[in-house]
């Protein structure tokens, strides 16, 4: 079935924004012209055992590999929410290879939700407490973590307002999503990194504008919607020049640059990342 309303305000006037998927030449990337929410076109190749089968990595998923391409992420996490988390019981919702929890487990009660069963066994072995689905969770938890997560799900609102059930009063939801208006698509329009970074597991791409028209109709309050820079000078030069990913390694030599580039592009409110702090609204 095609995707002929907007998912968050209901509207029907959508354009095509012309990008292409790195890994689909049939789904179309749609722009809701009211609330400027993008999603694709149809997401009828989600099917209910997608990620339970790891599709999303591919067949030759390595998982020492997926772990050390998200360890720069994970401990960058931990080091910004390690006060707010000591002796909290918190859970991660997605936690992919595991590695957040694995660090946050040091000083809290960590649990999390992933759905494929692959990881399974090595989650038993490390002793971590890692369930498949909401509905197996007992108890409520001081903080909920979503990173790059909201973007994979088909009803995000419906997820985001169950999930804050599992909230307790004083609570909060820590959401990380990629943002819709990166310099590199709206400021310098980069087509090679659109036709890359679009891709089918993908549904969704909100910037701060669509997520705060989509938190309004939850029961929750946003406590901040602020942005975050990931890459630098460097990977966003070699993009614009190159068209091609992996500039932040191979000019290396520009990164001093990003002490002023980033707080740059975070002023301009073009940043790769958003970071939300979400309450629940009583
Ligand atoms: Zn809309």
Redesign the pocket.
């Known amino acids: 079935m095609k995707n002929n309303k907007?998912?968050?305000?209901?509207?029907s006037n959508l354009s095509d924004t012309g990008y292409t998927l790195r890994d689909s030449d049939k789904l179309r990337v749609l722009k809701?012209n009211?609330?400027?929410?993008m999603f694709l076109s149809s997401f009828e190749h989600i099917d209910e055992n997608f990620y339970e089968d790891g599709k999303m990595h591919g067949s030759d998923c390595n998982l020492s590999n997926w772990q050390e391409s998200c360890k720069e992420d994970d401990e960058r996490r931990y080091r910004a929410l390690r006060r707010k988390m000591k002796g909290k019981r918190l859970l991660d919702f997605g936690c992919g290879a595991g590695g957040f929890i694995d660090l946050a487990g040091e000083i809290a009660n960590v649990y999390g939700l992933e759905k494929q069963s692959s990881l399974s066994e090595y989650f038993k072995e490390k002793g971590l407490k890692v369930y498949k689905t909401i509905k197996d969770l007992e108890g409520s938890f001081d903080i909920i973590t979503m990173f790059h997560v909201l973007e994979h799900l088909k009803t995000p609102a419906a997820v985001l307002t169950e999930l804050s059930e599992y909230l307790k009063d004083d609570g909060e939801i820590i959401i990380e999503i990629p943002n819709s208006d990166d310099a590199l698509l709206t400021l310098y329009k980069c087509r090679p990194f659109a036709d890359f970074t679009h891709w089918k597991c993908h549904l969704f791409y909100f910037n701060e504008k669509?997520l705060r028209?989509m938190f309004s109709q939850i029961p929750v309050k946003i406590n901040y919607i602020k942005p975050v820079q990931r890459y630098g000078f460097a990977n966003h030069m070699y993009w614009i020049i190159k068209g091609k990913k992996g500039g932040h390694v191979k000019w290396k030599f520009l990164n001093f640059l990003d002490f002023i580039y980033k707080p740059l592009l975070k002023l301009l409110h073009k940043s790769d990342t958003l970071l939300i702090s979400l309450s629940k609204s009583l």
């Open positions: 907007c998912y968050i305000c209901g509207s809701c009211d609330c400027s929410l669509s028209l």
